[in-house]
């Protein structure tokens, strides 16, 4: 029979675990003990460290990716192809995609550049990945310079812009001038 402590420990394990699957943004160790109900961060890291090493055996498809001191749940590189098309965003157009891949390749870039490679539909993409937030801008002149944001890097399982460029492979025949045609 458990210990009044391990029965609390283990509600405290399944809370962290639901926390984690119904956040849309990775927690911080603060906000984790807070919903706790206020306990120390040497015991959020505990409990992180076993949910952590327990979702890393096989037969797990998540893992816990901890970065900066927060940490989110995420599925596992080698299921991702075989259930991406369940995740959100997957209503994404197309061209929209192409638009926010044009973004990242170039990030940052100005709107106006974005819209001599893309077209004058280019400025309803970008406001629908400003409202998705996978875009912020800033003004630069008489045009907005784009950024990619924090959750475009979580949602896509990047660290960085420069990850997305990495798995860019462009055929032989192209330039990387020609990721910038529509």
């Keep these: 029979m458990q210990s009044e402590e391990d029965q609390g420990k283990d509600r405290d394990k399944g809370l962290l675990e639901a926390a984690l699957f119904l956040a849309a943004k990775p927690l911080s160790r603060t906000k984790v003990a807070k919903i706790l109900g206020d306990v120390s961060p040497t015991y959020v890291d505990c409990l992180l460290d ?27 590189r080698g299921y991702i192809d075989a259930v991406a098309h369940l995740a959100p965003h997957q209503d994404i157009p197309r061209p929209v995609l192409r638009s926010l891949a044009v973004i990242a390749y170039n990030h940052p870039m100005t709107q106006a550049d974005l819209v001599k490679a893309r077209g004058n539909k280019a400025y309803g993409h970008v406001q629908e990945l400003i409202e998705r937030g996978l875009v912020r801008t800033k003004e630069h002149g008489r045009t907005l310079l784009l950024h ?8 896509f399982g990047l660290s960085s812009v420069e990850e ?19």
Aim: hydrophobic share 35%; net charge negative.
């Design 50 to 76: 076993e949910l952590q090493e327990g979702l890393a055996a096989p037969g797990h498809g998540i893992e816990l990716h901890r970065e900066e001191g927060k940490a989110l749940l995420q599925v596992k």
């Design 164 to 182: 997305f460029r990495f798995h860019i492979e462009l055929p032989s025949s192209e330039s990387e001038t020609d990721i910038m045609k529509p």
């Design 148 to 155: 990619v944001t924090d959750e475009f890097l979580r949602y």
